[in-house]
């Protein structure tokens, strides 16, 4: 058995991926003509692959796998990161996306334990679509709200233009070039139906109500706006 203190070689993962299968009724073998291990019953094969993380190179093994078998699995030790995390749900959605089949392997004091996170099955497209639906609308909605392209695609560190900081600014105007408003006054000029929620939740402090239902532009809103001077041009000359 392998400790915490003891070093873990793939060889180490092959006897607990051979008892699980053997003790489900299957043949087990290993290293055959270059498969890690190939698991049979009757006409049905399995093929295991054995890696101590999972990368790149682990995934294009398992998917040249399916050229001979449809039921192909990845076999690695638990990781240290929680099962609750992005990074393991997003892994597991690619396993599901390849149909891979995906198996984990705790390595105790006194023993291991493997746990199949989930079997190779057909990945049903329409349906992960149909899930994602909310978030496609999400997405068309951004694409909407926003006036053009003024991002660079793959940046992270710059500051990122969205619809909902567009009609911050064009409010934002608005007050500045009419004076306090309300919301439906502000709707009625073309800031959009999300111009109340905007100015009630006030989430970079822009705006500061000065009566029931009126607001004008704060000190931080006026100065914020100088870091969006082509939005500010463009949107004092709408109003």
Known sequence: MKGKDKKL?????????????????????????????????????IIIELKLRLNLDLVMQATKRQRLSDQVYVAIPRPT????????????????????????????????????????????????????????????AEIE????????????????MTAYKETCIHIACCLIHHGPLSAKVLREIGTGDKTSRILIRNYDEWFERIERGVYAISEKGKKDLKDYPEFVEHYMKLV
Do not use: A
């Open 81 to 140: 990161y929680s099962f609750r995390s992005q990074k393991w749900r997003d892994i597991c959605y690619l396993m599901r996306r390849l149909e891979v089949g995906l198996i984990v392997i705790s390595f105790q004091k006194n023993k291991e334990q493997l746990q199949v996170i989930h079997h190779p099955v057909s990945f049903d497209r329409v349906k992960s679509m149909q899930l994602s639906k909310k978030r496609r609308t999400r997405l068309l």
């Open 9 to 45: 070689y793939e060889v180490d993962l092959y006897d607990p991926v051979k008892n699980y299968f053997t003790e489900q009724g299957y043949d087990v073998y290993g290293e055959v003509h270059d498969c890690d291990v190939v698991v049979v019953k009757d006409d049905e094969l």
């Open 145 to 160: 709200g926003r006036t053009g392209d003024f991002n660079i695609g793959g940046s992270s560190q710059m500051k990122i």
